[in-house]
């Protein structure tokens, strides 16, 4: 079996169906392997998660958001064969500019936290710290240690 009913080699916005029923959503590009299977390259892909709320009595309030597919993962480009996807369809326009949205808000909030991170682990440098010694005294010690 083949994807025939997407094109290939062009990059689009796709939401894919999975075997074990998972919904993906990302950038993707089907190309064909040499055995006739066709590979999908995934990058960015995520997962919708669907929000309720109840607002009063008899009123709920429903809302869809994403999350990273593979959230313990820092890769953002994955994989998927051909007989893992059970369909295919492109994004609507709406969807695409949530997507996007979404990815340009996690990658600023990665960045900050990333520099957050970084401030947090910085130590301020002391000169006594780690310093044992010169090379000279050093050396002039393994020498009395070992005769030499």
């Known amino acids: 079996m083949t994807i ?12 894919f169906k999975l075997l074990n029923g998972e919904e993906i959503l990302g950038k993707a590009v089907l190309t064909q392997e ?22 009063s009595e008899g009123k709920m309030m429903r809302g869809m958001g994403f999350h990273k597919w593979m ?10 064969r051909e007989k893992d996807i059970i369909a295919v369809a492109s994004m609507s326009k709406e969807i695409v500019l949530m997507y996007e949205t979404y990815l340009a808000n996690e990658m600023d909030e990665t960045h900050e936290a990333k520099q957050e991170r970084l401030k947090r682990k910085k130590s301020s440098i002391q000169n006594a710290k780690g310093y044992l010694g010169k090379i000279d005294e050093a050396r002039a010690q393994f020498e009395k240690l070992f005769n030499l």
């Open 4 to 15: 025939n009913y997407a094109k290939h080699d062009e990059e689009f916005y796709g939401v």
């Open 34 to 55: 040499g055995e006739g299977e066709t590979l999908c390259f995934l990058s960015d892909p995520v997962v919708i998660s669907v929000i309720e709320k109840q607002i």
């Open 71 to 80: 959230q313990l993962s820092d890769e953002e480009f994955f994989i998927i």
